[in-house]
């Protein structure tokens, strides 16, 4: 059951408001047929070539590729393409359920390698449902009033366990085949019964979508082209409603190990961070748009335009450039999935939380007032005004006035209409708020050993000669430092 605007969906893709979200969706399967080197891989567990999306990545080259691939889609939607939350899920929950397994003796990764084939086999999307509703952020799961702000189990049968609760913000979960239901932070012991991850089928039985309206969607169901912005592309978030879930056994990838939930969501977020280099395609776009509205208005060879395009590149390519670093610097867990660098994963997606916004303000500032002035559509088609319109908006000589219209609206969408979502907001929040960076960056910035360097190059400490240094070498420095990789490769 899917509702937006107080009704029910009968057909989502007929739906003029969620179309846009499918055909961002089905570029990800476009482009497989066009570059398949890029999009897709051969799979290890069936033989056939697959979605990238669904890949277990096998090198630290394999990482690299999904940006890459993420920046171009990106580029050819200017929106989010929804497959990247699925795909940094199997990726983290590969590793983690492989390591549970070595703790508790349970059999969730063989179970997990087999619904990985039947992916594969099908090659399905699947949507990753880590965010909890959360009630009171200030309490544990089993703190909350209501039990139901974290999903739980609410009961175990002989067959497998039904689950309740809700997930906000869902990404392409009405476009997924399959929802990966996981914890969204670390558990205790009393949040035992929130500690489940499986793999539930869009349409079981008991799951609800309420549709999450974006800025400026109903411009989708005015028909025309233009004031849509990006008429062809958008995203989709939905808010999933579990009502008393079944999830056999077989789709159960952990009941009950509280103590691996962080694990789980800190695997989970240092793929899903550098995967925000999604955002670059974006960027590219909007750097795009501001060039030529620059063009279109007679100004693009001013210096001060010029430099804000450097600008805007600069912050663009510094996102990219700390997604594509953590992912070549990644390393093999010990299950051999490939699992790219935590603060340099991290670095980038903070980058994500700002730069964006100084992209976008950028591009705004090169729009001129009329990105959010401009008349409709409607009148500009007006058989009176129309002409007006025509005259009085019209740029440099040698540019279509509509062009110019076209191009302010790409960059009112991308930075206040439905794709500004997809630009700014899921940069904000997307994979955890700027905090949850900050975090995890202060975690591993082994402030102590920068300060033994301190110290020694002061001649405070002459006791440490260069060699014990070296041996000390751990976690981020140590992965700076390594000149091979680790082959544990069991894949
Ligand atoms: C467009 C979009 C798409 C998304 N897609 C997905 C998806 O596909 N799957 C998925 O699982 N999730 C998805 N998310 C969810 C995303 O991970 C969350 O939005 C993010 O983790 C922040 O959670 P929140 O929105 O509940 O904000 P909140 O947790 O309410 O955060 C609001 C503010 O409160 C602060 N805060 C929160 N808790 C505490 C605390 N305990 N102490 C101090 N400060 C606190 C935060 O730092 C932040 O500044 C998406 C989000 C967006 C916006
Ligand atoms: S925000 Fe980016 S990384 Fe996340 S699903 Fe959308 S396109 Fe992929």
């Given at each position: 059951m899917i509702y937006l605007f107080g009704k029910l969906v009968e057909e989502p893709v007929d739906h003029p408001i969620i179309?846009?979200?499918?055909?961002a969706i089905a570029e990800t399967y476009d482009l497989a047929e066009r570059e398949p080197e890029l999009a897709t891989v051969i799979s290890p567990f069936t033989g056939a070539r697959i979605s990238r999306f669904l890949h277990i990545c096998e090198s630290a080259i394999d990482l690299v590729k999904q940006n890459k691939m993420q920046r171009k889609l990106g580029q050819n939607t200017g929106t989010c393409f929804q497959r990247c939350v699925?795909?940094?899920?199997?990726?983290?929950?590969?590793?983690?359920?492989?390591?549970?397994?070595?703790?508790?003796?349970t059999d969730y990764h063989q179970r997990l390698k087999k619904f990985i084939a039947m992916t594969h086999t099908y090659n399905y999307v699947i949507g990753g449902a880590m965010t909890d509703v959360k009630g009171d952020r200030s309490l544990a799961p089993h703190q909350q009033q209501d039990p139901d702000m974290f999903v739980h189990i609410v009961e175990r049968r002989e067959k497998g366990v039904y689950i309740s609760g809700a997930?906000?913000?869902?990404?392409?979960?009405?476009?997924?085949?399959?929802?990966?239901?996981?914890?969204?932070?670390?558990?205790?012991?009393k949040d035992k019964d929130y500690a489940i991850i499986g793999a539930i089928p869009v349409d079981a039985e008991g799951i609800t979508y309420i549709y999450g309206?974006?800025?400026?969607?109903?411009r989708s169901m005015e028909g025309g082209s233009i004031d849509a912005g990006n008429a062809n592309f958008g995203g989709q978030e939905a808010m999933v409603i579990l009502e008393h879930v079944f999830i056999p056994w077989e789709y159960v990838f952990m009941d009950g190990e509280y103590d691996f939930?962080?694990?789980?969501?800190?695997?989970?977020?240092?793929?899903?961070?550098?995967?925000?280099?999604?955002?670059?395609?974006?960027g590219d776009v909007l750097i795009g748009a501001a060039a030529s509205i620059a063009e279109y208005n007679g100004v693009e060879r001013a210096s001060h335009i010029k430099d804000k395009l450097v600008e805007m590149t600069h912050l663009n390519e510094t996102i990219y450039a700390t997604g594509i670093a953590a992912s070549y610097q990644g390393y093999a867990t010990k299950s051999g999935a490939y699992i790219c660098d935590n603060m340099l994963a991290n670095v980038c997606k903070h980058h994500v939380t700002k730069m964006p916004y100084e992209i976008g303000r950028l591009a705004q500032d090169l729009a001129g007032g009329l990105v959010v002035t401009m008349p409709s559509e409607q009148e500009f088609r007006h058989h009176k005004v129309g002409e007006l319109l025509q005259k009085y908006l019209k740029g440099k000589a040698g540019i279509e006035t509509e062009d110019r219209m076209r191009m302010l609206r790409l960059i009112e969408n991308m930075t206040l209409g439905r794709n500004a979502v997809g630009y700014l907001t899921e940069s904000m929040h997307g994979a955890g708020s700027p905090q949850a960076q900050r975090i995890l960056i202060a975690r591993s910035m082994q402030l102590a050993y920068k300060k033994r360097l301190a110290r020694i190059l002061a001649?405070?400490?002459?006791?440490?000669?260069?060699?014990?240094?070296?041996?000390?070498?751990?976690?981020?420095?140590?992965?700076?430092?390594s000149l091979g990789q680790n082959e544990n490769n069991h894949l």
């Open positions: 179309r846009p979200s499918i055909n699925g795909m940094d899920a199997l990726n983290a929950l590969y590793s983690t359920t492989y390591e549970m397994d070595e703790v508790y003796g997930k906000a913000h869902q990404t392409g979960c009405i476009n997924s085949h399959w929802l990966m239901v996981m914890p969204t932070m670390r558990l205790g012991e309206r974006q800025s400026c969607d109903r939930a962080s694990m789980l969501v800190e695997r989970f977020t240092t793929y899903h961070r550098r995967s925000y280099v999604c955002k670059t395609g974006l001649g405070i400490e002459t006791t440490k000669n260069k060699e014990e240094i070296v041996e000390e070498l751990s976690g981020y420095f140590a992965r700076v430092f």
